[in-house]
Structures are given as structure tokens and as C-alpha cells.
């Protein structure tokens, strides 16, 4: 049986001595994205522009960046593995909250991965034009994935904030640096 001794020790490294930097990096990417949707949201509602050329910051000069399944799947990932492997850093309180983050997560992939199938096979939901999700047969695209990225976000924050702030049996379960000093 081959094991790969580095993933042990990255996880690890991501959890314990890295955990603090590793969540501001995560945090980044996804505020970035989450700015995107935002964007994307005032574009449509605020500046009356049409859906066709509403598309966030970075779909303005990469306009195949929006309509590219490949990327929003990725994107779907990243998030998904990301919670996944940050998630042995927290404990107690910290650790309910990036759970319920993480489930909400596995189902917006899984509406990304029928999305994607849609997109490789050329056979689209309901005989629809375009790829579609299933939550889509109801809510817009666009008003959907804003709707979907700020369930994964809010409980996300969180965690985030009850790990900096643990409760004394919180603290002592931890293995990393992430908490403020108690007062």
C-alpha cells in the first residue's frame, strides 16, 4: 500500500501552526469571489446594465470567465476542499458553525457538478438552453449564486470569529494560535 507521508503532515501544519494564515488566505479567495457576485448584483439592480454584460469585475475583460462552467466547478472545489481541510482547526462552538458551512458547501457543488455534467454533455436540465441547476428551475442564476455564496459565507464568519474567541474549554481543545488573548 503506497501512503503519501506529506498530506499527514500538511493537513497537519494547516490546522495547527498554519491554521491562523491558512484562514486568511482562504478568506481572501473567498472574499474576492463574493465581491464578484456583489459586483455582478450592483451591475444588474443598481446600474441597470443588461444581464448579458453584467459580469462582475473580472468577466468584464474575460468575459468566457462567466459563462465558463469549468471555472465556477473549480471554484465549487476550492471552497469545498478548502473547509474540509481547515476544518480540524476548530473546536467546540467554531467547529458547529464551519460544519454547517461545509454541508451548505457540499450542496452548492453538487448543483456546480450538475451544472458542469450539463455543460461536458450538451444535454441541459428540463430541455433548457443553458446549463441549469436544480434550485435554478426556480431562482435566476445570478440572484441564486449571490443567495448560495452568502449561506456558506455567514456561518463561515462565524466560525471564523467564535475561533478567534473561544471559550476556555474551546482554547484548551485547540492546537493552533489563532485565539485573541482573553481579557
Do not use: D, K
Not at 95 to 119: D, K, M, P, T
Amino acid at each position: 500500500m503506497v501512503t503519501n507521508a506529506a498530506t499527514p503532515g500538511l493537513l497537519t501544519g494547516l490546522n495547527t501552526r498554519h491554521h491562523r494564515a491558512a484562514l486568511a488566505v482562504y478568506l481572501l479567495i473567498v472574499l474576492a469571489h463574493w465581491a464578484e457576485h456583489v459586483v455582478q448584483a450592483i451591475q444588474i439592480y443598481v446600474l441597470g446594465w443588461p444581464l448579458p454584460e453584467a459580469r462582475g469585475v473580472l468577466g468584464v475583460p474575460f468575459p468566457w470567465l462567466v459563462t465558463s462552467e469549468w471555472m465556477h466547478y473549480g471554484y465549487a472545489l476550492l471552497m469545498l476542499v478548502g473547509l474540509i481541510m481547515l476544518r480540524r482547526g476548530f473546536t467546540g462552538r467554531s467547529r458547529v458553525w464551519w460544519n454547517v458551512s461545509l454541508g451548505i458547501q457540499v450542496w452548492h457543488h453538487l448543483e456546480h457538478l450538475i451544472l458542469l455534467l450539463q455543460a461536458i454533455s450538451g444535454s441541459n436540465l428540463a430541455g433548457r438552453p443553458v446549463p441549469t441547476s436544480l434550485i435554478q428551475l426556480l431562482v435566476p442564476r445570478v440572484e441564486l449564486h449571490l443567495f448560495y455564496n452568502a449561506l456558506v459565507f455567514a456561518p463561515m464568519v462565524v466560525a471564523m470569529l467564535l475561533h478567534r474567541h473561544p471559550r476556555p474549554a474551546e482554547r484548551s481543545a485547540m492546537r493552533c494560535a489563532c485565539a485573541v488573548a482573553p481579557a
